[in-house]
Each structure stands twice: as structure tokens, then as C-alpha cells.
């Protein structure tokens, strides 16, 4: 893990700002367990690249986990104004409000 971790620490050093490795680094806080870390780095890979559904989709679910589904539709709306066609963002948005009006009943 910690070879993992330099590397990415490396390669982040020489590319800042690369949504792939912000989105690596993620997956590898995922293993460790550390949520906070998971969705800085998603959070910086969607501030970079709002268009792409799989890290907004990522971090919705995030949010939602930790009962902030205020902010998980606000991330999948301003994604779906980046990229209206993508089918995943519609899909995730519409089951997110469908649980969110299940759960106020």
C-alpha cells in the first residue's frame, strides 16, 4: 500500500490537477477506509470535470451515504447540465429522489 500511495503522491506532484489521478487516489482511499479522503479527491475530479458521470455518480453516492442527499442531487444536476444524454446521471438522479420521497413518507 504504501508503494501505492508514493506513486500516486509522485505522479500527482507531476500532474496536479489530473481527474484520473484525483479519481485513483479516491479508489485507493476507498480501500483504506478513509471516506473524508475519498471525497476530497472525487470532489476535485468533478470540480475539474463535472461531464464525467462516473465520478459524479461516485460522489452523489458518497454524499447520500452520509445523509447529505441535498448535495448528492445538487452534484448529479450540475453534472447533467455538463452532459445531458448520459443515461447513468438521469438514472442515478431519478432513483435518488425516488428513495428520498420513500424515506419522507
Do not use: C, I
Amino acid at each position: 500500500m504504501k508503494d501505492a500511495e508514493s506513486t500516486l503522491f509522485e505522479a500527482q506532484q507531476e500532474f496536479p490537477g489530473d481527474p484520473y489521478l484525483l479519481e485513483a487516489e479516491s479508489r485507493l482511499a476507498e480501500v483504506l477506509k478513509d471516506n473524508e479522503r475519498v471525497v476530497r479527491a472525487l470532489a476535485k475530479a468533478f470540480d475539474v470535470n463535472p461531464r464525467n458521470a462516473l465520478v459524479a455518480v461516485r460522489l452523489a453516492r458518497q454524499f447520500d451515504v452520509a445523509g447529505q442527499s441535498d448535495k448528492a442531487s445538487a452534484v448529479l444536476k450540475k453534472s447533467l447540465d455538463a452532459n445531458p444524454s448520459s443515461r447513468r446521471l438521469h438514472y442515478t438522479l431519478a432513483k435518488l429522489l425516488m428513495n428520498r420521497a420513500l424515506n419522507d413518507r
